[in-house]
């Protein structure tokens, strides 16, 4: 495959999948630690975009930190600030469905009388008594609004497949009849707040994931371009997808940043 | 409306809805007792089915006899002798999500490495570790199966709306892909084995119930006639219905049995 599409125009950013293309589990993946090196030595603007809900950006900065890479919150992109920054915006009082991990994040806001609900990875803070109180406060409001953060069906956890977030959005979606405004990947809201939080425009940033649905159409889909790694839970199949054309696809992170940074050269040359 | 299209066929048997048509909440609907009295005075085979799974059906009969419905247990159908008769008559050996109080029934059936999973309202024993586990299992199985007890989105609880099995049924389909079989109204499956336990053809059978879509036309769809009571929680509206065409509608059960024992009287006069 040839990276003309993908080098066609200016890159001026980047935004980076964490899971499958920084680490696989507890595992750097080879390569990776020395790419994102190279983007900051070059000053090149990125960020880590997750949908990890369970932990604050300070933790999972920590773990990443742990295997060696040199990364900082700043550069981190996750659902919590996000809906903070939405609900802000948009001068909403949530009623918070989450795990008490991350509920500090939301100190600042009014949650009386609530007109909206936020629901994001609970895990055992997920009962019937929770869920409940959640369904509840959508039947009273006037305007119900429900936000998930992320629409995973499962993640492996350390001691097997555990649910994840979409399952309990589907419910309370088919109890209420509200449909969850979705705030991770791959709703292209989640993917232009990145971009915007890089200062710059979809069509001048790239997105590198391991995930050709997910990751590369979600970034295609608002205008980004799209690069398929082949770690983590990247599949033969992905490179004849009937539907998705990733503007490249490379072996790993490091291949991808040293083919960015060389277009980025090559675009100074001509200037 | 004439009842031309429910008397024109000889009437052997019926399948009466019990919430809105027997009863509301606490309290017998006027004429209801009566008209259940009248059924059982001229040895009229009937059934009262309904979508109850938190109870067995000895606690529901109860229920019934202190509302001054002389009803037995026989004459009841719900959800758990329905499904147990399934999982006998397939084989299946189920891993179960359901309330404690419904768990005996299930004594003589194999439970021992579990090929299908069966949900039912279980409220407060729905925890993230329950769900997990069911979702663990389906996506151990070869041939996931996973049975519903009834879909129902919400009730009204003691305390106000409550989530119904619906809802983490719905998930549960989410997380795994599988498509869960549903056994209570409105599914055919469920009126056919009610009819089945009469000893009837569909046919020869009436539903009476309050609820046009879940009851009239689930009855209608597998060969029955569809009755609609203006009691329980029908509305002016259900008389316009977009789709669902009722074979007769009445005002309460009373009138529904008076019909339907005149029609009898009619046709016997006829032989």
Redesign the interface.
């Known amino acids: 495959m040839s990276h003309t599409k993908l080098c066609s125009r200016p890159i001026k950013g980047l935004i980076l999948d964490i899971a499958g293309v920084l680490k696989d589990g507890d595992i750097a993946i080879p390569g990776s630690v020395e790419a994102v090196a190279k983007l900051q030595a070059a000053g090149f603007p990125f960020r880590l975009v997750t949908n990890e809900t369970l932990k604050t950006k300070k933790v999972i900065t920590k773990t990443l930190n742990m295997l060696g890479f040199r990364t900082t919150e700043r550069e981190m992109f996750s659902p919590i600030p996000a809906i903070v920054e939405i609900l802000k915006k948009e001068k909403l009082r949530p009623h918070l469905l989450l795990h008490p991990n991350v509920l500090p994040e939301f100190k600042d806001l009014d949650m009386e009388n609530p007109n909206c609900v936020v629901v994001g990875d ?8 929770t ?2 109180e959640s ?2 406060k959508l ?1 009273e409001m006037e305007d119900p609004k429900l936000f998930s953060l992320g629409i995973g ?2 993640y492996m956890d350390d001691d ?5 977030v ?3 959005c ?6 209420t009849g509200v449909k969850a405004r979705i705030v991770g990947k791959p709703s292209s809201d989640y993917f232009l707040a990145a971009v915007d939080d890089l200062g710059l425009k979809p069509e001048e940033v790239v997105m590198v994931g391991d995930d050709i649905e997910f990751d590369v159409n979600g970034a295609q889909q608002c205008g980004m371009r799209g690069v398929l790694v082949r770690t983590g839970k990247f599949r033969k199949t992905d490179e004849s997808h009937p539907r998705v054309m990733p503007d490249a696809i490379v072996d790993n992170l490091l291949h991808a940043i040293e083919l960015v940074l060389n277009s980025v050269q090559n675009f100074k040359h001509k200037i």
Do not use: V
């Open positions: 609970a895990e055992e803070c997920f009962t019937y008594e869920l409940n369904f509840r039947m069906k499962y097997g497949l555990a649910l994840d979409g399952s309990f589907k419910g309370l979606e088919y109890a």
